[in-house]
Structures are given as structure tokens and as C-alpha cells.
């Protein structure tokens, strides 16, 4: 069907560090946006942001699909536990985050900037040249 994209989102992240949609996907995919950027995060219990984001361009919103999620702000942390807990925050706001259990999330930013390149296989993100 033009105009329509099916898929699984699962399959679909493991191609992006979990993003399905943003400014990073070809010109002619559906899935890109320079409007706003969805990822579909799933961590193991223990895993952490390998840094803290600092200086932060986009607001963001992560909703708990399933698991225990903290996320980290210089002025205290949110523990999200319970389907559906979400938080969201904005631009300027430096973060962090922690699965305290196997957690899924889905987290959606916007604007979808470039000048943000996922690096492969930490979850880190780094600032382009």
C-alpha cells in the first residue's frame, strides 16, 4: 500500500540503537521525521545511559510499557513502575537513566534535530562534527 508502513518494533529499532522515526531515516522512508523522533527501548535490569545527556535540545515524553525505569535529573530522580508512568521534560534539562528492571519504553522527542548520531550498540549519543 503507498503510503502506509508496517512493521514490528523489535525488528525495526535493532537497526537504529531503537529508533524508529526521526530525521536519521532515508529520504523516501515514511518513517523520517524532522519533526519528531520515536524509540522503542528495551533494556536489561542493570543497564544504564553510558553518559548523561547535558545540554539537551528537544523535549522528550518515555512512557513505561513494562519493567522498573529511573530516570536521572540533576534534581532528583522518577522512578517510573507502574504501565503507562511517564515523564516528560524539556529542553535544557540534562538526564540520565537506569533500568532498575528489564524495562521496554517508548520515547518520543521533538523536535527530531540533526546534529545527533546514535553511535552502534551503547545507547550514547554524540554531537556530528
Known sequence: MDGVYVGKAGPDAAGDS????????????LRRS????IKWGVHPKGERRARWTIGEQR?????L?????????????????????YVVWGRGV???WCAEEESVVMTV???SVPGYAVRGGDDAEAREP
Do not use: C, I, M, N
Open 34 to 37: 524532522d519533526d519528531v523522533e
Open 18 to 29: 531503537g529508533w524508529l522515526l526521526g530525521h536519521f531515516k532515508p529520504p523516501g522512508d
Open 65 to 85: 510499557v513494562s519493567g522498573r525505569f529511573r530516570l536521572e535529573f540533576p534534581e532528583g530522580d522518577v522512578v517510573l513502575a507502574e504501565q503507562g508512568d
Open 94 to 96: 540534562d538526564h540520565s
Open 109 to 111: 522527542r521533538w523536535p
Open 59 to 63: 523535549t522528550a515524553l518515555l512512557v
